[in-house]
């Protein structure tokens, strides 16, 4: 799909002897959101601004060797070794030698034609890359300004890290008149450059510029209209994070020292064989212990908490993306980190004065959040009707953060239908969840609505699904309320011959989300959980849903277990 940017001018920084004035061009296209204020805590709004970059380029994709000097040169040789592999037939030899001539002119023409296009598009990568970094981004940060706090939104190249950095206003003195909503800025390569440059004894000013706003000709030529192609891939994985951040989590407590523990023995050792995870080892009454395979190297954090009520080992993968949280480490007053399981996402969340920068991570760097991460199959699916969804969408709008029992109280609806409804629009990219937090918050993506004809099946196991409960392939469903709230499904779902039945299951919590699910398919059998559930736990829970609907109460529950307040949205 095509994103489509009018910025008023560049962003940039003006340097003076005591203040630094960091200007963000804003999308012009977008209704009015601007933000004028000092920094008042300048050294860690650096290091979160800088850690957002890092987040940015990011890119820990496999990058193979450039062989292109060596085939080079076996070409420029072939002829050679063709000539000494037939020397021992003086005839064959003469034969070949007018041929040889002939070849090596007609790729020596070859090389003279090719030659200047080479050379200039070699030239031009090596440029893009050095100088102009920023034109290998597929999309601008996201700013959004609200009420109580400004928050910058970005996604890495690699489609595996996803980081935000949240300021409240307390961290800015004398703000301005300021425009609530959320644009696209223009971040270059150099305003990162000038970050670097913000120091204590100089007064820092954001501006996210309103005068962009005031201008009236179109053909002013400070104006430049990007428009950039962005995959499909890219806009569904930043509408996977908020959808994984409504699972259940097992939350820690981290020092600021355990994470640079963590940077340090990843520096210092290289990993040349698996598995090349970090265990996480929780024990009750006992500090987390992180062990770092393949090496077996423990590290004990005695000054960690976490909320892990039995013995539980967690591992995680592409942990050398934690790395981008290494500069925070000095400015950081702690770390909370949830992590969904084995193999699962995490998000490791950096307190700060006024500040946080939040880093999710998919199970693993090739594991990107859209490809191979549903995580929205996992939330209520629940049908809510056009009216409730512009209830909870305009309840929302009036406090532009609020939680699903504030919005529940303000619209008489149920926490399931508000939790099914805000699903619905983060998938949608109208919606973001705070989990630093705990909120909902509003968030608009992109100007225009995306295309949710491209996005509405964001795997093909869900299309798939689909035409199973479509073609009338899920036979036997049953459905049982446990005494916890959740509800038991079982069924039988016949394969596309009609011939192979697959028992299935899937256990639902009292929110309706899949808490754990069973198949006897290959793609459950290969993946578990952790590419989401198979198209036969889809189909059977779009069955069961009227069964569930109707046996479902309204009853509204709370819990203060500090476990439960991550799983629990309200």
């Known amino acids: 799909m095509r994103f489509q940017y009018r910025y008023f001018g560049h962003s940039g920084v003006q340097h003076t002897a005591d203040s630094t004035a960091l200007q963000f061009a804003p999308d012009t296209l977008r209704a009015p959101v601007h933000f004028v204020a000092d920094v008042n805590r300048h050294l860690p709004f650096r290091e979160g601004m800088s850690a957002l970059h890092d987040v940015v380029v990011g890119d ?5 060797r450039d062989k292109s000097a060596y085939l080079e040169w076996l070409a420029g040789q072939e002829s050679e070794l ?6 021992r037939s003086d ?3 003469a034969q070949m030698e007018p041929l040889s001539k002939e070849l090596a002119e007609l790729r020596k023409r070859k090389q003279a034609v090719l030659q200047p296009f080479m050379s200039a598009q070699k ?4 440029h893009i890359y050095k100088v102009n970094r920023e034109a290998w981004f597929v999309l601008d940060p996201v700013i959004t300004v609200h009420p109580d706090r400004v928050f910058f939104e970005c996604f890495s190249q690699d489609e595996s890290s996803y980081g935000m950095f949240s300021c409240s206003h307390g961290v800015f003195d004398r703000v301005s008149d300021h425009a609530c909503g959320t644009t696209n800025v223009d971040y270059s390569e150099s305003l990162y450059d000038e970050f670097q440059k913000i120091r204590d004894y100089k007064k820092t000013r954001l501006a996210i510029d309103p005068g962009g706003f005031q201008v009236r000709s179109d053909d002013d030529p400070a104006f430049h209209e990007p428009k950039i192609d962005v995959p499909d891939s890219w806009v569904r994985g930043f509408l996977q994070v908020s959808s994984a951040m409504l699972l259940p989590a097992h939350r820690l407590q981290l020092h600021p020292m355990d994470i640079h523990n963590i940077c340090l023995v990843l520096r210092r050792r290289k990993e040349r064989v698996g598995p090349r995870s970090l265990r996480f080892v929780l024990r009750p009454g006992q500090p987390v212990r992180i062990v770092f395979e393949p090496w077996g190297h423990e590290l004990v954090c005695p000054r960690s908490t976490h909320t892990a009520a039995a013995d539980i080992d967690i591992r995680v993968w592409g942990r050398r993306r934690l790395l981008q949280l290494e500069r925070l480490v000095p400015v950081a007053q702690g770390f909370t980190v949830h992590l969904l399981g084995t193999g699962m996402p995490s998000f490791w969340v950096a ?6 920068f939040t880093l999710g991570l998919s199970g693993w760097t090739a594991n990107d959040w859209s490809r191979n991460g549903h995580f929205e199959l996992l939330q209520p699916r629940q049908t809510v009707d056009q009216d409730s969804l512009l209830r909870v969408f305009s309840a929302l709008g009036e406090r532009w953060r609020a939680t699903t029992a504030e919005l529940a109280a303000a619209t008489g609806l149920s926490t399931l239908t508000v939790d099914a409804a805000l699903g619905g629009y983060v998938q949608a990219g109208r919606v973001v969840y705070d989990i630093a937090h705990g909120v ?4 608009e993506l992109s100007r225009e609505p995306l295309p949710m004809d491209k996005l509405r099946y964001a795997s093909p196991e869900e299309e798939a699904a689909a035409e199973l409960v479509r073609a009338r392939r ?8 446990r005494a916890d709230g959740g509800v038991s499904i079982s069924g039988k779902a016949k394969g596309s011959n009609g011939q192979r039945e697959y028992f299935t299951s899937l256990q639902l919590d009292a929110d309706q989300r899949v808490a754990s699910g069973e198949c006897q398919c290959s793609h459950f059998v290969r993946h578990r959980m952790t590419r ?11 069955s069961a849903a009227p069964s569930i609907a109707a046996n479902t109460t309204t009853t509204t529950t709370t819990t203060t277990d500090p476990e439960r307040s991550t799983a629990h949205i309200g």
């Open 60 to 64: 820990l994709r496999f990058k193979p």
């Open 82 to 87: 063709l000539a000494q592999f037939m020397a």
């Open 91 to 93: 005839e064959l030899k």
């Open 123 to 126: 030239r031009y990568f090596d």
């Open 351 to 356: 307190q700060m004065p006024d500040m946080e």
């Open 440 to 443: 909902w918050r509003l968030r």
């Open 474 to 481: 899920i036979v036997n469903v049953k459905t049982q309320a």
């Open 532 to 542: 989401g559930p198979c198209e036969h736990m889809l189909a059977l829970r779009l």
